[in-house]
């Protein structure tokens, strides 16, 4: 299977397109020593990366014995990200929505709220290749659940089973595969442990090497 044989290209953003997942990390560590005092160990800033602040708020309340409320720790967060973050495309990234632009509707879904989002790809000089962009405010779940994939597969109007969805994280793998879409990884240095059969490149590639190698289950399980 190639890339060129799909009907629709969906992509996360946040480590996935942007190399922003240090930067939210950091704010929710910044967030948390400020809330309470407690200094996230290095394993803790890699644990984030695949989780939500509400829910790791409560990971680590549970963990240390804290109290944090993941809404005031999400707000402390959010202001912190405005204050250090910077939009760095990781390398590929551009050229690959460049080529594809175009060619095969390109849609985000995106578990980030729309008031990150804008400024992001503002910054980022690539929202005006995104034919869709659903964001966090627009659904109820997030992912891992489906629903931010289902609604983007709808708005672009098309079948699902012909829908490429890039991720970076088991959490946006979970909630396409539930989609009943195809589904590959991005390669951005993490150390995630993919299910084998997930196709894992890096932007460049997947510009460079656009086939899934035969037998690969892309698709929703």
């Known amino acids: 299977m190639r890339l060129q044989d799909f009907s629709a290209f969906v992509l996360d953003m946040d480590g996935t397109l942007i190399d922003s997942g240090k930067y939210h990390a950091r704010a929710f560590a910044d967030a948390v020593l400020e809330l309470c005092g407690y200094a996230l160990a290095p394993h803790e800033h890699h644990e984030f990366f695949a989780s939500h602040t509400d829910i790791f708020s409560l990971v680590l309340n549970k963990r240390h014995g804290l109290s944090l409320d993941p809404a005031v ?3 402390s967060k959010r202001r912190r990200m ?4 910077v939009a760095e495309l990781f390398e590929g990234a551009g050229a690959f ?3 594809w632009h175009g060619r095969i509707p390109l849609a985000m879904a995106t578990n980030s709220p729309w008031s990150f989002v804008q400024p992001a790809l503002r910054d980022a000089g690539i929202g005006h290749y995104f034919e869709c962009i659903m964001t966090a405010d627009e659904v109820v779940h997030r992912k891992p659940h489906p629903e931010i994939i289902e609604r983007t597969v709808q708005r ?10 890039f991720e970076d994280q ?4 979970e909630a396409a595969r539930a989609a009943g879409t195809h589904v590959v990884a991005v390669d951005n240095g993490q150390p995630v442990d993919f299910p084998p059969e997930v196709v894992l490149r890096t932007w460049s590639g997947w510009l460079n ?6 037998g690969t289950p ?3 399980l």
């Open 73 to 75: 720790v999400l707000a």
């Open 82 to 85: 405005q204050e250090i973050f």
């Open 97 to 99: 929505l460049e080529h």
């Open 156 to 165: 672009l109007g098309v079948d699902p089973l012909a829908t490429l969805v």
């Open 170 to 173: 088991l959490i946006g793998i």
């Open 209 to 214: 090497n656009p086939e899934i190698p035969d």
């Open 218 to 220: 892309t698709a929703g």
